[in-house]
């Protein structure tokens, strides 16, 4: 045996967005056994197989049109406005399960939109919360992932400046510094989620702190290359895995420390799984 010492981070797992869809879901799969849900519920694979198990049905925007008098999950990342009018139209009894910050957001865009403001946000282009913060504009905000998408020559004067909640706060001020130094006029939101933002800082303390840090994450989640990418300026010795059956225990030297963490689309469960597995070897 390897005999490693293994600690989870206290701080690691889902964040309230996520905790609050999945107990929503879990209640109702409790009572009816089948729920359908827009998109997965969590950019986490296998935390979506095991609501799968328990009845929880994932569909697309196509296949929503065709499902009429049903009950549909809306997850935390939110939805445009015309999710809501074919709901309408179909029936559907939605159990919005938006993240509060999300919703927030969204309403601080449309406000901005409604007053004609030029929109830039900074954010992933097609995901799920972008979809749904660019339906607030009627699709007419700009969304970017990098200021090299950004013509200066090509910007008005003045734009108004928004996040999606999940990026890092440090590139977003960092965008902001270097459009108002390009002579654009910039009125900023930090619309940053800081249980998210916190957890960057939160990470950086922690990866120190061990020999190895296995970073346990979706592939799907941006918020966990994001969180991957931190850790492993900390800690050369960061390996990303989805599974416990991606940890490789030549990865690791008898008797050292290993430190787990993850996204906030991580299950804690998950993470108790690779510290077990690691435990063991």
Known sequence: MLNLTVTIDDHSGFCFGVVYAIEMAEDILDEEGILYCLGDIVHNDEEVHRL??????????????????????????????????LALENNLELIDAS??????LQNRIKNSHDKREDIYIYGKHGHAEVI??????????????????????????EITLYSQ????????????????????SVKTHDTICRQVSNRDQELRAFAKKFDTIIFVSGTKSSNGKVLY???????????????????????????ESVGICGATSTPMWLMEEVKSYLEKI
């Open 52 to 85: 799968q198990q328990k009845g929880l049905k994932i569909i697309d925007h196509q296949e929503l049109q065709a499902i009429h008098n049903a009950k549909v999950l809306i997850r935390a990342h939110g939805e445009p406005p015309t999710t809501y009018k």
């Open 99 to 104: 993240c509060p910050v999300v919703l927030k």
């Open 132 to 157: 749904g913060l660019l339906g607030q504009t009627e699709n007419e905000a700009v969304v970017f992932q990098d200021l090299d998408e950004l013509k200066t020559k090509d910007l008005p004067h």
């Open 165 to 184: 909640t999940t990026k890092s706060t440090e590139q977003f001020y960092e965008i902001n510094r270097v459009l108002i130094d390009r002579g654009i």
């Open 229 to 255: 990418n931190v850790c492993k300026q900390q800690n050369q010795q960061t390996y990303f895995v989805s599974a416990t059956k991606e940890v490789n225990p030549k990865w690791f030297i008898k008797g």
